[in-house]
């Protein structure tokens, strides 16, 4: 009996501390849970860069110093829809993983915090610094609402501001406003590069319909030096965010000048976009022969994009370390006017591309901007499916996937006539679809998801591509809420917001072709999130 009894009170004690044993190996220290908890809100991206809350739009002030990418943009830290501006700020070393800092710049007197650029005055030209600690100088738009809200047109000015502790804190300088305004409603967005050849600083400053191009020694005193672009390109809105760089034509020592103007209305798919110039600058003055309008991105989310800066590695007898590889990288917001203040986002608004490298081609005779994700995006694709894909005319092929929504879809393939269907079980879907006799691929996000907050986002974008190589790769990133197609390596790409219901999981590709087709390599794999 009393053995029995033991017997039943010992398996009654390993039953209990079993089931405690279990309970505690489920339950997760708080920290924990918090970590796992951190951006993962609906639609949060998981491989871009997002505002930790509130609302964000263009990139601002993009440097290199240091080994560390800074990363401003535009903030306003108390609601989610656009407000008084501020210069929000995050770094980063590998353009990839961002850590969140405080705000750098605050609106003042003279007006709220608009877009701008940042340079490492590195021969301490402006005085803020030391040639052993030069400053960083910011150089923005100062917006003064008074000035507007009284119908003036003078309220749009240039201000700068320093910082000499790498980008932590910032002094506006007590000089400001640097440029004043005689008149011109739309005066805006400075970016400032120094130019080796004519010694100085040029900034390239937006003026309604046109660029102006001002020159100074020391970033305080500024002089015009030209304008370009009144009778040039498209005008279907206000100018806005410009950046002027060199790059050398691939596979030839030949350079051009790029000229990059958003634009806002008047994109090809609507709203706000990017188009862009290439031609000469001679110190003083942009020109070109180029009489078509070109566009950087035909989706409907790639907005007032600008680049980091590259320095010659000899700069003012200096060596310091510039970004190594001293490619040409990009970041735009991932969002349109049209819209940007309705997305279903609860938290915060809106997120930046991943950083692109621009690249200059000639195809077809023609000079072409191309922009690619940076290599630092391959580090981020984790496993997946890879096979080649052989497809029947007029039939599909179905995976599921359960990492569609955070995943890079690849292949290689000559077919022209397909459609790419990312899909979930609700039926809402994206479909991408490329038709050879129109020459034009189309991204459908009329049944993405969410569409109807606005009534213009529900759209079909089409994009023209006359000229593909005969083999050619496609590429597609996905993340919660975007998708971004490249085509040709960056020839011809598209950005667009999403907003399915539920994820995304069953990725289709359907053969509309005459021919069977054939994807090679294709692969299909998770993107680890950076967050
Ligand atoms: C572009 C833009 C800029 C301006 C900023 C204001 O999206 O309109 O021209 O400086 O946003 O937030």
């Not at 400001?176 to 005689?182: A, E, L, M, R, S």
């Not at 806005?240 to 103007?261: A, M, N, R, T």
């Not at 409907?300 to 320095?311: I, S």
């Not at 991204?443 to 083999?471: W, Y």
Request: proline share 5%; glycine share 8%.
């Amino acid at each position: 009996m009393i053995l029995v009894r033991n017997i039943l009170v010992t398996i009654l004690v390993v039953m209990v501390f079993s089931r405690c044993k279990n309970k505690q190996e489920k339950q997760k220290p708080i920290s924990d849970v918090v970590m796992t908890d951190y951006y993962t809100e609906p639609y949060r991206p998981q491989f871009h860069f997002s505002p930790e809350e509130n609302w964000m739009n263009d990139p601002n002030g993009m440097v290199f110093h240091k080994g560390v990418y800074h990363l401003f943009y535009q903030y306003y830290p108390e609601d989610i829809v656009w407000g008084p501006m501020h210069w929000g700020h995050a770094t980063s070393k590998d353009l990839v993983h961002w850590e969140h800092k405080p705000i750098a710049l605050f609106p003042d007197e003279h007006g709220l915090i608009f877009s701008g650029s940042a340079v490492v005055d590195f021969a301490n030209t402006s005085g803020f610094g030391t040639l052993d600690n030069p400053p960083l100088v910011a150089i923005f738009t100062y917006h003064l609402m008074e000035g507007e809200k009284a119908g003036r047109d003078d309220f749009q000015t240039q201000g700068i501001a320093y910082s000499t502790d790498n980008g932590n804190t910032w002094t506006k300088f007590d000089g400001n406003p640097v440029i004043k305004n005689d008149g011109l409603k739309d005066f805006r967005d400075p970016k400032v590069f120094w130019d080796e050849k004519s010694h100085q600083w040029i900034m390239s400053v937006v003026a309604g319909d046109h660029l102006e191009l001002w020159g100074s020694s020391n970033l305080k005193e500024w002089a015009k030096l030209s304008e370009f672009g009144k009778d040039k390109g498209a005008h279907g809105g206000v100018w806005e965010c410009p950046d002027l760089f060199p790059l050398k034509v691939e596979g030839s020592e030949e350079e051009k000048w790029v000229l990059l103007i958003s634009i806002n209305p008047g994109a090809p798919n609507g709203g706000s976009g990017t188009q862009y110039f290439i031609g000469e600058f001679d110190g003083e003055r942009f020109t070109t022969e180029q009489t078509e309008t070109k566009w950087l991105d035909w989706g409907t989310d790639n907005y007032a994009g600008v680049t980091y800066n590259v320095l010659p590695q000899d700069y003012h007898g200096n060596t310091y370390a510039n970004d190594p590889k001293q490619d040409r990288i990009f970041i735009g917001w991932m969002s349109n006017w049209t819209y940007a203040r309705d997305t279903p986002t609860q938290k915060w608004r809106s997120a930046m591309t991943v950083p692109r490298k621009l690249s200059l081609k000639k195809i077809s005779d023609a000079y072409e901007l191309v922009n690619y994700p940076i290599q630092g995006i391959e580090a981020l694709v984790a496993n997946g499916v890879k096979k080649d894909i052989e497809l029947q005319n007029g039939l599909e092929e179905t995976i599921f996937f359960d990492d569609l929504n955070q995943s890079e879809i690849r292949f290689q393939t000559v077919a022209r006539d397909f459609k790419v269907k990312l899909q979930n079980t609700l039926g809402e879907e994206t479909v991408l679809t490329m038709i050879d006799e129109e020459k034009v691929f189309y991204l459908d996000r009329t049944n993405s998801g969410k569409v109807d907050f606005q009534e213009d986002f529900a759209s079909i974008q089409e994009m023209p591509i006359p000229f593909l190589p005969e083999v050619y790769e496609v590429r597609i990133l996905v993340d919660q809420s975007s998708v971004e197609v490249f085509i040709n390596e960056g020839q011809y790409v598209m950005t667009a917001q999403i907003f399915p219901s539920e994820r995304y999981t069953k990725l289709s590709f359907l053969n509309s072709s005459e021919a069977p087709i054939t994807l090679n390599n294709f692969r299909l794999s998770s993107i680890q999130g950076t967050w």
